[in-house]
């Protein structure tokens, strides 16, 4: 019950700064698209492999911009392409957006295979791999589940936005994301 009581003070703080926010900007308070991850958890420090080979480590600061983070994995045949797709549109209509795949399949996706995926839908997408416990850390943090099945993955379709200060602040489902509502989202955060 204090938990209960706790978390829906922090939602109404949160509310009430976005509120005043609006009011000193004046412009209009409007719901984001997107489910607010409410607290907002700052991203860990991960340690993980980019599509280029390179050591990539996941921090708070992440250049003061939002940042999209997306769990799938290559041979994805459903929900993957087609949230990538999305993401590739919105990053056009942006302009710049960091969007940075974290594959479930570790021992499938090696830094080649992922760089030549990604750049299907747009070169500028990080691809990260590591260890299967890297991966799984990387789950636990983000609140991603996938489980086996055969020879794919049953896996969530989370599309995690991270805020300009490092905490995951909107997640959506990729197969129902809307290009337009998002982009306006990731502008006003």
Not at 2 to 29: D, E, I, S
Not at 104 to 125: E, I, N, Q, S, W
């Amino acid at each position: 019950m204090v938990a209960a009581v706790a978390v829906l003070a922090v939602v109404a703080a949160q509310l009430a700064l976005l509120m005043v926010v609006h009011l000193q900007r004046g412009t209009a308070f409007r719901p984001f698209a997107g489910e607010p991850i409410v607290p907002g958890r700052l991203v860990p420090q991960l340690h993980l492999i980019d599509d280029r080979g390179r050591p990539f480590t996941l921090t708070p600061e992440n250049g003061g911009r939002p940042t999209v983070y997306y769990f799938g994995y290559t041979r994805c045949t459903d929900a993957c392409p087609l949230t990538l797709a999305r993401l590739a549109r919105a990053r056009r209509e942006m302009g710049a957006l960091d969007v940075r795949f974290v594959t479930l399949d570790p021992a499938h996706d090696d830094p080649p295979r992922l760089h030549r995926y990604l750049a299907r839908f747009d070169a500028r997408f990080t691809g990260l791999t590591g260890t299967p416990a890297e991966i799984a850390a990387a789950q636990r943090a983000f609140g991603v589940s996938a489980a086996a099945n055969g020879s794919s993955l049953d896996h969530d379709d989370a599309v995690i936005v991270v805020d300009p200060a490092g905490r995951m602040a909107l997640r959506y489902t990729g197969a129902d994301l809307d290009v337009g509502a998002f982009v306006d989202d990731v502008r006003r955060l």
